[in-house]
């Protein structure tokens, strides 16, 4: 299904990129059920290669599908399904099915296998199972993505493709997603689904469980979402998945990077249609980010992208992206790297054991751990995207160039000034008069603000100043956070 299955009035999930299974539940008690998150984005699970260096990269190589990962054990798995589920937080699994390991031998669970001779007993899947003879290419690799079925038959990167067109191959894939389904995980990132015929993944899909229904209720079927990159100009496109499940609209984070950058002449009142007006799937068929695992670090297809390096500029971009009502944001959760090495793994001992996750007491991660999602002006948004709801934008207001502002209905309203020269204006905020704690510049806490006080008058105007040199150049109000 394209639908989340969140709990009620929940809006936005985060990518816990690499963490371990023992803190995402403690992070789905201490603070994503309480700050209003609806679902995380986990590693995937399943055993993998175990590559010199523990490249963060050696979890897209599958050995098998027993549930033993640099993230953990089974059994740590499903307590972390429980306690997020129990707390209204949700857990999508990033389910690579495309292909099998292209290195080393022995993996995360123990399990030998020979990438070369494409034996993987722990499945298991043989030569038999691989999709060689079925592709073209004198190197077997991909070599022409204008050639859909090179992107399909050969491998990616070097990665044995699996046959997911024959029984076998995909009975197993099956087995392994129902048995998540089973513990209580809600959905499925699929990796590399552009690598995928659409057919022989709508027969999958038809052959998921239903969530069990004592957590989600009767006949709920998996969220999907397929991870397609179609920034345009190759054949396959994102709407050749549409009809199955969501995609991840990379054109989203692109020219949303572009335009807070102010890249190729573009500027913030052009956002005004952004989504289906840019070319860009429809709202209900997008899963969206400003950033992901790849881009952030030069693979998959970047380019301007910001991420947390920009933070003044990722702030703005994702402030935009929560408050604007298209697509189902997940926020990037990152662990602190070398730029000049693409493969760096999360924090760890040196051995390739992942360190905890370290909590300080302004709420921000430490040990290498980035957190974006417990950046304040980040975790609020988040609870403005659910104060808003499903209310239309209402009141756009824009200088011409890169001050613009809008509200959600009479919920929320946000401002925001990323030009050179300060913002000050009288504005139609859509809200009832009184006054509202700018969740930008501090926190509503116990009916109190520790931020700016914004004052609506009876006829919903306030005036608003925003100087350029601020921090975080933006002002954001909503009825959750009323004084
Ligand atoms: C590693 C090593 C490799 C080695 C391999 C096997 O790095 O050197 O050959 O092992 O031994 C991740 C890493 C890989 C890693 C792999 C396995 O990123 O480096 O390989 O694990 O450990 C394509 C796919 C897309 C994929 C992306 C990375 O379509 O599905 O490449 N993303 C997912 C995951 C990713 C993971 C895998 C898949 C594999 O998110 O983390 O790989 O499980 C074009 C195409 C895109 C294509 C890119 C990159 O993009 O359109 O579909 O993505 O090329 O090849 C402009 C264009 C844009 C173009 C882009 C780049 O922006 O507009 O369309 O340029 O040319």
């Given at each position: 299904t394209k639908d989340p299955n969140s709990a009620p009035n929940r809006h936005t999930a985060v990518h816990l990129f690499e963490w371990?299974?023992?803190?995402?539940?403690?992070?789905?008690?201490?603070f994503l059920g309480p700050y209003g998150f609806s679902g995380v984005q986990v590693s995937p699970p399943n055993e993998h290669a175990l590559i010199d260096g523990r490249p963060w990269w050696q979890r897209?190589?599958?050995?098998?599908?027993?549930?033993?990962s640099r993230s953990g054990s089974e059994a740590e798995f499903i307590d972390m399904v429980n306690r997020c589920n129990n707390a209204g937080v949700r857990i999508y699994v990033d389910a690579v099915i495309n292909h099998m390991a292209a290195g080393g031998n022995r993996g995360s669970a123990g399990t030998s296998y020979n990438p070369?001779?494409?034996?993987?007993?722990?499945?298991?899947?043989?030569?038999?199972?691989?999709?060689?003879?079925?592709?073209?290419?004198?190197?077997?690799?991909?070599?022409?993505?204008?050639?859909?079925?090179?992107?399909r038959n050969c491998k990616l990167v070097g990665l044995p493709d699996l046959l997911v067109s024959k029984d076998f191959v995909l009975d197993k894939i099956v087995e392994f997603m129902n048995r998540l389904i089973?513990?209580?995980?809600?959905?499925?990132?699929?990796?590399?689904?552009?690598?995928?015929?659409?057919?022989?993944?709508?027969?999958?899909?038809?052959?998921?469980?239903?969530l069990p229904s004592q957590t989600f209720g009767n006949n709920k079927r998996p969220f999907i979402y397929f991870e397609v990159i179609d920034l345009g100009g190759e054949p396959i496109k994102n709407t050749d998945y549409t009809w199955m499940g969501r995609v991840s609209e990379f054109r989203y984070g692109k020219f949303l990077s572009e335009v807070v950058r102010k890249k190729f002449g573009q500027k913030l009142k052009y956002l005004n249609n952004f989504g289906t007006g840019w070319g860009m799937i429809p709202d209900g068929d997008a899963q969206i980010m400003v950033d992901n695992h790849d881009n952030?670090?030069?693979h998959g297809a970047g380019g301007d992208i910001l991420t947390f390096f920009d933070s003044r500029l990722y702030k703005i971009a994702t402030a935009f992206m929560l408050a604007w009502p298209y697509g189902y944001p997940v926020i990037m959760s990152s662990y602190n790297f070398n730029r000049n090495n693409d493969a760096q793994g999360p924090p760890s001992d040196g051995n390739g054991n992942t360190n905890n996750v370290i909590i300080n007491a302004d709420l921000s991660c430490g040990g290498g751990w980035i957190c974006e999602h417990r950046w304040r002006q980040?975790?609020?948004?988040?609870?403005?995207?659910?104060?808003?709801?499903?209310?239309?934008?209402?009141?756009?207001?824009?200088?011409?160039?890169?001050?613009?502002?809008?509200?959600?209905?009479?919920?929320?309203?946000?401002?925001?000034?990323?030009?050179?020269?300060?913002?000050?204006?009288?504005?139609?905020?859509g809200l009832p008069q009184g006054q509202y704690c700018d969740i930008m510049s501090g926190n509503f806490e116990q009916g109190r603000c520790t931020g700016k006080v914004i004052t609506v008058e009876g006829d919903g105007r306030t005036k608003v100043t925003i100087s350029n040199s601020e921090e975080d150049p933006m002002i954001a109000i909503h009825v959750d956070a009323k004084l």
């Open positions: 371990k299974w023992t803190d995402i539940a403690n992070e789905c008690e201490r897209y190589q599958p050995v098998s599908y027993k549930l033993q070369g001779a494409k034996d993987f007993p722990g499945v298991p899947f043989s030569a038999w199972d691989f999709g060689d003879s079925l592709c073209k290419t004198g190197s077997g690799n991909i070599e022409n993505y204008n050639d859909p079925d090179q992107v089973n513990i209580g995980v809600a959905g499925f990132r699929i990796d590399a689904a552009k690598h995928m015929w659409p057919n022989d993944l709508n027969k999958l899909i038809g052959k998921l469980n239903n952030q670090r030069g980040i975790y609020n948004m988040a609870r403005f995207r659910n104060a808003a709801g499903f209310q239309p934008v209402q009141n756009w207001w824009d200088n011409g160039n890169n001050q613009i502002a809008f509200s959600r209905g009479n919920k929320a309203f946000i401002v925001i000034n990323n030009d050179d020269h300060s913002l000050d204006q009288w504005l139609q905020t």
